[in-house]
């Protein structure tokens, strides 16, 4: 990390609570697939995002073992790397008007998505995180993890997504 003059380490970006609000209104409500699975944002900045789903009996995959589906763990992992992509559009594009920012996530869209299940989905709560390993002028790659309540991890992701 680079120091200003007076020595100090700058200060991490923080987004304006517009910007946060735009995020959640987008990522949480207009998509609603989003919604079904329960999505809630915990925090967002550029270089982390984080989530928490809560289990429900709708997303049971294993009913004998009350194991979250697979589908759930990788849905919800391919939303976060969008979201950590917003994030990290938003920060690029600090200059711009919250509107002009938020506009830009339109664009955005899956165009690789693996995910390695590691243990059972068994819990309560889950917690989801992603944060952008690359983001160049057409494509962003990220790296995503879901996570037991007592933060075991449990699945990983790997994503690409267009972002022009």
């Not at 946060?20 to 999505?39: K, M, P, Q």
């Not at 004998?64 to 759930?72: D, E, L, P, S, T």
């Not at 955005?108 to 889950?126: H, W």
């Not at 390993?133 to 933060?151: C, Y």
Request: glycine content about 10%; hydrophobic content about 50%; aromatic content about 6%.
């Amino acid at each position: 990390m680079s120091k200003n003059p007076s020595g100090a380490a700058p200060a991490p970006h923080v987004f304006e609570p517009e910007f946060i609000d735009g995020v959640r209104e987008i990522f949480e409500r207009r998509i609603l697939f989003n919604a079904l699975l329960g999505l809630q944002i915990s925090a967002i900045s550029p270089e982390l995002v984080t989530a928490q789903i809560a289990m429900r009996p709708d997303l049971i995959g294993h009913f004998a073992h009350n194991r979250i589906h697979g589908g759930v763990i990788s849905a919800g992992l391919d939303a976060m790397g969008g979201l950590a992509v917003m994030a990290a559009i938003g920060a690029r594009h600090l200059d711009e008007p919250v509107l002009a920012r938020l506009h830009r996530f339109a664009k955005l869209g899956t165009i690789d998505l693996r995910i390695d299940y590691l243990r059972p989905g068994i819990g309560e709560r889950f917690e989801l995180r992603a944060e952008v390993l690359r983001l160049g002028s057409r494509v962003a790659s990220t790296r995503m993890g879901f996570h037991a309540a007592d933060g075991k991890l449990l699945a990983t992701g790997a994503a690409a997504y267009i972002v022009s």
